[in-house]
């Protein structure tokens, strides 16, 4: 397994410390001012905090120090070590931030408020879990309950994440939960599009009869790398190949227009990858004449 480099770590440790800096600050800005609901261990803290007189900061630096020991003695210490920063550093910065004068105030439209929240939540978050980092708080419950009942993680996510949202809805008008469904649902979509930013791709399935053709004009005059598979076509059983081709998406013009230069009336199928790791994509590319001349 290649070890990581220093620019790896680097990064690492820059999307951790940006990514729980950015959900401090929207939680201190626009969630805790304007009484809109969230899950986690913010969440639980926005309600003790009613009734215990300690700052939510530390409530939560509370929980996740405990359920930290927990993931420690439950799950090991490789969760541990990958799950404390964020333990740690979101509660630091939530007080950090809550103490900057009038943050509070930046916007009084509550719906405004549920916009910006949602949709910054999902990078902050985002940003942490691209480097494999976990934001810790109810992750380790749910990663917990996972381990002992053996519920899917995705069930258990929705369920604490509804007995918190429940809890603080008894606090907050009707409207208030309205608000924070809205930030859930922003949320989810933002985090998604962080995840694969930069990272997706178009794949290209194109089947002719000049598939040879087509093969050596992406490779040489493209410089696209190309998979051939083997097909029968459905009508007449002919055997024959298939060329199968991933490439970004801005050169998705040039691509279909080369194919269609040799074959007007190829079959191409045309889909949207989320992801792609491997050779020429996560990693250098390398060039072999002897394969590519053949």
Known sequence: MAKKSWKDYVKTTLFIIVGNALLAFLVAAFIIPHDIIMGGTTGIAIVLNRIIPVETATLVLIQNIGLLILGLAVLGKKFFFTTVASSVLYPVFLGIMQKIPNIDKITDDTLLASLFAGVLMGISLGLVMRVGSSTGGMDVVNLV?????????????????????????????????????????????????????????????????????????????????????????GLLENEQKAVLCVIPSRKLFDTTEKIQSIDPEAFITITKIKEVRGRGFTKAREYLSEEINN
């Open 145 to 233: 309950l996972h381990k002992w009942l053996h519920i899917p993680i995705a069930i258990l996510v929705w369920a604490t994440d509804i007995i918190v949202v429940g809890g603080q809805a008894l606090f907050v008008k009707p409207e208030k939960t309205l608000f924070g469904i809205v930030v859930l649902v922003l949320e989810a979509y933002a985090l998604d599009k962080v995840m694969i930013f930069g990272k997706s791709q178009t794949q290209l399935y194109v089947i002719s009869r000049n598939y040879e053709e087509i093969r050596k004009a992406l490779i040489s005059d493209l410089n696209l790398g190309v998979t051939m598979s083997n097909i029968e076509t």
